[in-house]
């Protein structure tokens, strides 16, 4: 079956503009994460989404940063005048149970 | 809160040698755990689990991990590594009363070496 999608795979974009970050679960998974993976590090936690209500937003590094999710589905994660050091691999995840299954990210660059 | 401690950043092993990559945990409750690979542009995949029963877990591609509560370690082996093996590795916990967030460990590189 399908996995965890997310678009763009890649996105360079300058300094101030805002971004839209896609992640597609696989069917069926009630609980959708956001990653930050900056270059050679861990896996830092953004948010984590049960059904369509956040219960745990302690990662958002900033009020830039913001996501939503519509029912069990799509998710969107939106940075707002982006900084160069939001640079990094955004990664999603969807889960039944636990086990977390990973999309391939996307890789944000911001000049 | 749970933390996780990877012990080696990186572990550079010769191909059919042996491995282990540490992994110790913190967490005042009981939790579930997992390492996961990340081979090289990729995404993170299962590499395997602990949730309950038998503290000896067997994962994909020939490694297996061991969770000892008294020690709240939970280290990832291999008897015989293979050039494919080279990857970056993460170990996680979870809650096992909120199992909606993971800790991550930051990482533990192996590069297997012809």
């Known amino acids: 079956g399908a996995g965890v999608s997310q678009s763009p795979s890649n996105k360079v974009t300058e300094k101030g503009k805002d971004v839209e970050l896609r992640c597609d679960p696989i069917?069926?998974?009630?609980?959708l994460y956001w990653y930050r993976q900056r270059l050679g590090q861990g896996l830092e936690f953004l948010i984590y989404?049960?059904?369509?209500?956040?219960?745990?937003k302690s990662g958002l590094p900033s009020d830039r940063f913001s996501a939503e999710r519509t029912g069990e589905s799509v998710s969107t994660l939106t940075i707002q005048r982006t900084q160069q050091e939001d640079s990094a691999v955004y990664l999603c995840?969807?889960?039944?149970?636990?086990?977390?299954?990973f999309g391939p990210g996307t890789r944000l660059t911001v000049t | 809160a749970q933390s996780v401690t990877q012990l080696d950043s990186q572990v550079p092993v010769f191909e059919e040698a042996p491995v282990e990559l540490r992994c110790n945990y913190s967490?005042?409750?009981?939790?579930?755990l997992f390492w996961y690979v990340q081979y090289p542009n990729q995404g993170l995949q299962l590499l395997l689990k602990?949730?309950?029963?038998?503290?000896l877990v067997k994962g994909i591609n020939g490694f297996e991990a061991e969770f000892n509560k008294s020690q709240t370690s939970f280290h990832l082996r291999k008897p015989s590594v293979h050039i494919s093996d080279t990857a970056e590795y993460f170990c996680?916990?979870?809650?096992?009363?909120?199992?909606?967030?993971?800790?991550f460990g930051d990482g533990t590189t192996l590069t297997v070496k012809p």
């Open positions: 967490s005042s409750v009981s939790v579930y």
């Open positions: 989404f049960q059904g369509n209500s956040a219960p745990d």
């Open positions: 995840a969807s889960s039944l149970f636990a086990e977390q299954y």
């Open positions: 602990y949730l309950s029963g038998s503290t």
């Open positions: 996680a916990v979870t809650l096992i009363t909120n199992a909606g967030k993971s800790t």
């Open positions: 069917s069926g998974h009630t609980a």
